[in-house]
């Protein structure tokens, strides 16, 4: 299977998105084991998601057991999910067909 230069760059970037997001999970899930520490916020977690890091997020809500009473975490990052998912695919189909872009012309590429 070959594998174009930028759906490669789209993938590396969204997978170094991921593990982040995965890691930041496991020291957060750290952090809920001493107390006294400063934890990691949820509307963090969230961010991390929204920025394309939402498989890391619901990775380390399982892997690690973290965040899975939560119905927000439960509901709202599968649909960031599929968020991600469409935005990389247009991202994608914008970036290797330039000529959809309606204002196609006041862009360099």
């Not at 084991?33 to 991390?48: K, M, P, V, Y």
Request: charged share 15%; no cysteine; aromatic share 16%.
């Amino acid at each position: 299977m070959v594998i174009d230069l930028q759906l490669s760059y789209l993938l590396i970037g969204f997978s170094a998105l991921n593990l982040l997001a995965f890691f930041i999970m496991l020291a957060d899930k750290i952090k809920s084991a001493r107390t006294g520490t400063r934890r990691i916020s949820e509307g963090l977690l969230f961010f991390l998601a929204t920025a394309f890091g939402s498989l890391g997020v619901y990775l380390g809500m399982f892997v690690f057991r973290h965040k899975t009473q939560k119905w927000y975490f439960l509901l709202g990052i599968p649909l960031l999910i599929a968020q991600n998912v469409a935005l990389l695919y247009l991202a994608y189909i914008l970036w290797t067909q330039p000529d959809l872009l309606p204002l196609k012309d006041l862009l360099v590429f």
